[in-house]
């Protein structure tokens, strides 16, 4: 049963920018700290980006620094991930994610909730 829904994916050329968007039911995006984590073919699903249940607290992947910002709009139970200067190694599988406690937050495993995933293809 899907509980959150990303969109926001698609194909774009090297250098170029996304914003992805999740939204939430609100009795799940309001107790939860919110997710961003990727999975690219033959990979493992990876931590891109957090941020805390209030917004107080932002945490990337290195490989995220500098060029990705996870913002959550509390009023529209929504949260976003605005990607620029993007790579082909950024292609993967883009999902959306929930989690009711506060720790781990970089493990997949301590989420509760996840989206259906949104496709981003950076061609070089």
Same mark, same amino acid.
């Given at each position: 049963?899907?509980? @959150?829904?990303?969109?926001?994916?698609?194909?774009?050329?090297?250098?170029?920018? @996304?914003? @992805?968007?999740?939204?939430? +039911?609100?009795?799940? =995006?309001?107790?939860?700290?919110?997710?961003?984590?990727?999975?690219? +073919?033959?990979? *493992?699903? *990876?931590f !891109?980006?957090?941020k805390?249940?209030?917004?107080?607290?932002?945490?990337?992947?290195?490989?995220?620094?500098?060029? =990705?910002?996870?913002s959550?709009?509390?009023?529209?139970?929504?949260?976003?991930l605005?990607?620029?200067?993007?790579? +082909? *190694?950024?292609?993967? !599988?883009?999902?959306?994610?929930?989690?009711?406690?506060?720790?781990?937050?970089?493990?997949?495993? =301590?989420?509760?909730?996840?989206?259906?995933?949104?496709? !981003?293809? !950076?061609?070089?």
């Open positions: 049963q899907v509980q @959150l829904v990303e969109s926001g994916g698609g194909l774009v050329q090297a250098g170029g920018s @996304l914003r @992805l968007s999740c939204a939430a +039911p609100e009795r799940i =995006f309001s107790n939860s700290r919110m997710a961003w984590f990727r999975q690219a +073919p033959g990979k *493992e699903r *990876e !891109v980006a957090t805390s249940r209030a917004g107080i607290f932002t945490h990337y992947a290195d490989s995220a620094k500098g060029r =990705f910002t996870i959550r709009d509390n009023a529209k139970n929504t949260v976003y605005q990607m620029n200067s993007l790579k +082909p *190694e950024d292609t993967a !599988v883009y999902y959306c994610a929930a989690q009711s406690g506060s720790s781990h937050y970089s493990d997949s495993a =301590f989420y509760d909730y996840w989206g259906q995933g949104t496709q !981003v293809t !950076v061609s070089s």
